[in-house]
């Protein structure tokens, strides 16, 4: 994966010196977990798909990079560390980053439509996962989920209307990770549900331990500034519930997604793996 966003990069800096082209490419550079694309990849693998899939791996990358940029705008969250490395309006300014996040979502799109050529998909395919891709970025997904989420800073809010928060913020571009792997392999329409499934669950399981490992990691751990939630008054998992209780929930999706997934007759190591991955992850 990092390859794959390496050639884009060096593709874009070929195009010249542009700033808004640098801090794209500052900001796919950095390290990071490539999770998104891991559970596309996984996916796509145990369905049958027998082709070359990192280009589709690297557009949802991509869009998922475009978000922690903007994340970390003064307007959002105002951070200025992210994946260990300054973050991206620090490194350059914010117009610039501004700007570079804007752009992103339509590298992404070139990137998707150049993973979906390398494969031979047809364009009723390959515009399934486009779908996919974008419903879960935009307003009814990440975007809708990051306005919740300043919405409910400083005030008391539920449980359930936590996770409705993060079933958009973070969810959604998971699970559209997951089915667009599904749909890559041309799966049949029941088990793409099944991965859908399997996706909204591990969503939910990822956001709470992130939520616990802001709380009880240190900044150097994570690569990014712990213990912000708690200076902007966020509510979070780890506040409603408490971290013991709010990591026994984060099992308790992990393990509900890996019997989803028996439930549909799927034999899924890999993603059964990656659920794993989530709960006993330290970063």
């Known amino acids: 994966m990092n390859r794959e966003l390496e050639r884009w990069c060096a593709n874009?800096?070929?195009?010249?010196?542009?700033?808004v082209n640098q801090a794209i490419a500052y900001s796919l550079r950095a390290p990071g977990k490539r999770f998104r694309p891991a559970v596309l990849l996984a996916a796509y693998t145990e369905l049958g798909g027998t082709g070359d899939a990192v280009e589709l791996g690297a557009?949802?990358?991509?869009?998922?990079?475009?978000?922690?940029?903007?994340?970390?705008?003064?307007?959002?969250?105002?951070?200025?560390l992210r994946r260990g490395h300054p973050t991206t309006h620090?490194?350059?300014?914010?117009?610039?980053?501004?700007?570079?996040?804007?752009?992103?979502?339509?590298?992404?799109?070139?990137?998707?439509?150049a993973g979906a050529a390398r494969l031979g998909l047809d364009t009723e395919v390959w515009g399934a996962m486009a779908r996919e891709l974008y419903r879960a970025a935009g307003a009814a997904g990440m975007v809708g989920g990051q306005v919740l989420d300043i919405?409910?800073?400083?005030?008391?809010?539920?449980?359930?209307?936590?996770?409705?928060?993060?079933?958009?913020?973070?969810?959604?571009l998971i699970t559209a990770s997951a089915v667009m792997g599904a749909i890559a392999a041309q799966a049949e329409d029941g088990t793409v549900e099944g991965i859908r499934a399997y996706g909204e669950h591990i969503g939910l399981a990822f956001q709470i331990v992130d939520d616990v490992l802001d709380q009880t990691g240190t900044s150097d751990e994570l690569g990014k500034t712990a213990g912000k939630d708690a200076l902007r008054l966020k509510p979070t998992f780890a506040t409603l519930?408490?971290?013991?209780?709010?990591?026994?929930?984060?099992?308790?999706?992990?393990?509900?997604?890996?019997?989803?997934?028996?439930?549909?007759?799927?034999?899924?190591?890999?993603?059964?793996g990656l659920a794993t991955f989530i709960v006993e992850r330290k970063r």
């Open 241 to 272: 519930l408490g971290t013991d209780a709010a990591n026994e929930e984060a099992r308790q999706h992990a393990s509900r997604a890996v019997d989803l997934l028996r439930a549909h007759g799927l034999d899924c190591s890999i993603l059964e």
């Open 151 to 172: 919405e409910a800073e400083g005030k008391e809010i539920t449980l359930d209307e936590l996770e409705r928060i993060h079933r958009a913020k973070t969810g959604a």
């Open 12 to 19: 874009l800096e070929a195009d010249g010196a542009d700033p």
């Open 90 to 113: 620090c490194q350059f300014d914010v117009p610039t980053a501004t700007q570079a996040g804007y752009q992103m979502v339509a590298l992404s799109a070139r990137v998707l439509a």
């Open 59 to 80: 557009a949802v990358e991509v869009v998922h990079t475009y978000s922690l940029v903007h994340d970390d705008l003064p307007c959002m969250d105002d951070d200025d």
